[in-house]
């Protein structure tokens, strides 16, 4: 699904940055990087970054923000979702209507 194709995306990211001889990896890495410019306003934007590509676990993160994990899972999918229909658009439109 495109919701397991991004976070597998995200948890390679950091290793994808650093392959900088590669153009369609090279490529991949900017459309992530503006995808996450797109919610780098939201409260809840480290979330994605501590969790994928620092691989910390919810129950820290959670005690980083004062909540529960619950929130910081409701705000993780919300999150992936949004990346979600920036990066694997036709794929979301796909699983939506067939």
Do not use: W
């Amino acid at each position: 699904s495109a919701t397991e194709k991004l976070e597998e995306l995200l948890r390679n990211y950091p290793v994808f940055k650093t392959i900088t001889d590669k153009e369609y990896t090279v490529n991949l890495v900017r459309k992530v990087d503006e995808a996450m410019k797109t919610i780098k306003d939201d409260p809840y934007y480290d979330v994605i970054r501590l969790f994928y590509f620092e691989k910390h676990t919810r129950e820290s993160i959670a005690l980083d923000y004062g909540c529960t994990e619950t929130t910081i899972s409701r705000n993780k999918t919300r999150l992936l979702n949004q990346l979600k229909a920036i990066l694997f658009s036709d794929e979301v439109i796909f699983e939506l209507f067939l």
